[in-house]
């Protein structure tokens, strides 16, 4: 018997003392998606231009070996997913369109486009979900897109959206896997403006026109994202909280929060369960701000935690869809995601490790005491060792080896390159 598993007899019987089956509890964890975002091997750079990110999209750093084009992003994901344990999906923009070398316009692209990612996912066995891109292009110069004063600019990003929801939908077809298609806009003034509600209802239009178009619900699932503010839109964001909370409430839409998208003193773990009881469906964005949308890479964290335990607790996990956020460019861009992506499935192990029927059990009559002392004592578990057993079953490096297989990577593919 191995010392892995020596730890993890004692760990099991550890967590069945206060009434949790470890073996169930993984086995739980194997049905639980995470969407990897793509976004993340190339510092939100796409394939379509060489232009510089707009949009409040900020990507900082310069550590070598960036993906260059779709191949070299294929092989890194591949590397990334090798080293990570659970289900995943992937998490495509529009900006990453293969399109052979011509010029198709966002508004013009198909799922033809998407063949290569497509016939990608097939291999792996993953979903895929997708984004329209409303940002880092000329159309979007000035900072606003579906709610555009200029009736033609509107005009252009709801073909585009409608293209993007046509592409989805092939691909939830192709995979026989539903798709989640989120729409962000990132629509707003730097500074207070006179009218406030002139751009929201031309952002209602305009989605109201992009999904008058009847899509294959069982292909493709529509998500809308709120933010509070972002670079060039510090004062006014036309899609915020409140806008599209309503919209997916009155259109039975999904509704997306990204937990680096409200004030800094909001988490979202706190919002999952008010949501749930008027939406059927959320999105999760899992990212990590400091002190503002800075997108870095997801640690281990209290909040990251809640959230898992919000997920798991209030038996949400079908109505849940797990993707991640975050782009860094100062460090080892595989390595951030296998980071951030372990982190995510290790706080929701921990989470199907609670004994959460006790909890309640506890709370409902009253008794704070045990609650507390449960809740704490949970802290000192042995959950590593429940960790280290899940890695091994699934066929990942236990610990900090999969490192060495990044950094040989990194030595042998990404130095490499220029």
Same mark, same amino acid.
């Given at each position: 018997?191995?010392?892995?598993?020596?730890?993890?007899?004692?760990?099991?019987?550890?967590?069945?003392?206060?009434?949790?089956?470890?073996?169930?509890?993984?086995?739980?964890?194997?049905?639980?998606?995470?969407?990897?975002?793509?976004?993340?091997?190339?510092?939100?750079?796409?394939?379509?231009?060489?232009?510089?990110?707009?949009?409040?999209?900020?990507?900082?750093?310069?550590?070598?070996?960036?993906?260059?084009?779709?191949?070299?992003?294929?092989?890194?994901?591949?590397?990334?997913?090798?080293?990570?344990?659970?289900?995943? #999906?992937?998490?495509?923009?529009?900006?990453?369109?293969? +399109?052979?070398? #011509?010029?198709?316009?966002?508004?013009?692209?198909?799922?033809?486009?998407?063949?290569?990612?497509?016939?990608?996912?097939?291999?792996?066995?993953?979903?895929?979900?997708?984004?329209?891109?409303?940002?880092?292009?000329?159309?979007?110069?000035?900072?606003?897109?579906?709610?555009?004063?200029?009736?033609?600019?509107?005009?252009?990003?709801?073909?585009?959206?409608?293209?993007?929801?046509?592409?989805?939908?092939?691909?939830?077809?192709?995979?026989?896997?539903?798709?989640?298609?989120?729409?962000?806009?990132?629509?707003?003034?730097?500074?207070?403006?006179?009218?406030?509600?002139?751009?929201?209802?031309?952002?209602?239009?305009?989605?109201?026109?992009?999904?008058?178009?009847?899509?294959?619900?069982?292909?493709?699932?529509?998500?809308?994202?709120?933010?509070?503010?972002?670079?060039?839109?510090?004062?006014?964001?036309?899609?915020?909280?409140?806008?599209?909370?309503?919209?997916?409430?009155?259109?039975?839409?999904?509704?997306?929060?990204?937990?680096?998208?409200?004030?800094?003193?909001?988490?979202?773990?706190?919002?999952?369960?008010?949501?749930?009881?008027?939406?059927?469906?959320?999105?999760?964005?899992?990212?990590?701000?400091?002190?503002?949308?800075?997108?870095?890479?997801?640690?281990?964290?209290?909040?990251?935690?809640?959230?898992?335990?919000?997920?798991?607790?209030?038996?949400?996990?079908?109505?849940?869809?797990?993707?991640?956020?975050?782009?860094?460019?100062?460090?080892? #861009?595989?390595?951030?995601?296998?980071?951030? +992506?372990?982190?995510?499935?290790?706080?929701?192990?921990?989470?199907?490790?609670?004994?959460?029927?006790?909890? #309640?059990?506890?709370?409902?009559?009253?008794?704070? +005491?045990?609650?507390?002392?449960?809740?704490?004592?949970?802290?000192?578990?042995?959950?590593?060792?429940?960790?280290?057993?899940?890695?091994?079953?699934?066929?990942?490096?236990?610990?900090?080896?999969?490192?060495?297989?990044?950094?040989?990577?990194?030595?042998?593919?990404?130095?490499?390159?220029?």
């Amino acid at each position: 018997m191995s010392t892995i598993t020596q730890a993890y007899q004692q760990a099991k019987e550890c967590y069945a003392s206060i009434g949790v089956d470890t073996d169930k509890a993984m086995e739980k964890l194997k049905h639980i998606a995470v969407s990897l975002h793509c976004w993340q091997g190339d510092d939100v750079s796409g394939f379509e231009n060489d232009s510089a990110l707009s949009g409040g999209i900020q990507a900082t750093g310069n550590y070598p070996g960036k993906a260059r084009n779709a191949d070299e992003l294929r092989a890194d994901l591949d590397k990334a997913v090798s080293l990570i344990p659970g289900p995943l #999906r992937l998490n495509l923009h529009s900006i990453y369109a293969e +399109t052979g070398g #011509r010029k198709i316009e966002r508004n013009e692209l198909q799922p033809e486009h998407f063949s290569a990612w497509i016939d990608w996912a097939k291999q792996k066995h993953m979903g895929l979900d997708f984004n329209p891109s409303f940002f880092s292009h000329p159309k979007a110069s000035d900072g606003f897109t579906l709610s555009h004063i200029d009736q033609g600019i509107r005009n252009y990003w709801i073909e585009h959206g409608i293209a993007s929801r046509k592409i989805a939908e092939a691909m939830g077809r192709a995979l026989d896997n539903t798709c989640i298609t989120n729409f962000w806009v990132p629509d707003g003034y730097k500074d207070i403006p006179a009218d406030r509600l002139a751009p929201r209802m031309r952002l209602k239009d305009s989605l109201d026109k992009i999904f008058a178009v009847d899509i294959d619900q069982s292909c493709n699932r529509d998500a809308v994202e709120c933010k509070l503010f972002g670079i060039g839109s510090e004062s006014y964001v036309v899609g915020s909280h409140e806008f599209y909370m309503g919209y997916a409430m009155a259109n039975k839409k999904l509704l997306c929060l990204d937990a680096g998208h409200f004030h800094p003193t909001e988490v979202i773990s706190d919002k999952i369960s008010s949501a749930l009881i008027w939406v059927d469906e959320i999105l999760l964005h899992v990212s990590r701000g400091v002190r503002w949308d800075s997108d870095h890479v997801v640690t281990l964290s209290d909040e990251l935690r809640a959230i898992a335990e919000e997920i798991v607790r209030g038996d949400f996990v079908d109505r849940v869809h797990i993707g991640l956020d975050f782009f860094d460019a100062s460090i080892n #861009r595989i390595a951030a995601w296998v980071i951030g +992506t372990r982190n995510m499935y290790k706080a929701l192990l921990m989470a199907v490790l609670e004994p959460s029927g006790k909890l #309640r059990e506890f709370e409902n009559a009253g008794d704070f +005491t045990s609650r507390l002392v449960f809740l704490e004592e949970l802290k000192s578990m042995p959950f590593a060792a429940v960790w280290d057993y899940f890695c091994e079953q699934q066929g990942v490096p236990v610990g900090t080896k999969w490192l060495d297989e990044v950094k040989a990577y990194e030595k042998s593919v990404l130095a490499v390159r220029k």
